[in-house]
Nanobody
């Protein structure tokens, strides 16, 4: 079974930065894509950023220009660098991995809080 462990969450003021990490139990090269999602109170889980096995990235409109997803294959880790954070970025951030044919796997999440 694939296991994903997120870390790096915390509390920051608006305009601050955080770097989230997602360490996997296996080689990230086995996943066709990895992604970061977030879920705020009272909201549905939404895609923030994704990266494919070929290195292509995609971002939510709300994240584009502020967030950067990257990977380190040697460390089996995917990162989400978050800059210029806003209160509306407050959410639990989840790491997601897609494999074929097993499907999707999720981490337990890490809390990000942006407030004055």
């Amino acid at each position: 079974q694939v296991r994903l462990v997120e870390s790096g969450g915390g509390s920051v003021q608006p305009g601050g930065s955080l770097r989230l990490s997602c360490e996997t139990s296996g080689s990230i090269s086995t996943f066709v894509a990895m992604a970061w999602y977030r879920q705020a109170p009272g909201k549905q889980r939404e895609l923030v950023a994704s990266i494919t096995s070929s290195g292509n990235t995609n971002y939510a409109v709300s994240a584009k220009g502020r967030f950067t997803i990257s990977r380190d294959n040697a460390k089996n880790t995917v990162y989400l660098q978050m800059n210029s954070l806003k209160p509306e970025d407050t959410a639990v951030y989840f790491c997601n991995a897609i494999s074929f044919p097993a499907g999707a796997f999720w981490g337990q999440g890490t809390q990000v809080t942006v407030s004055e």
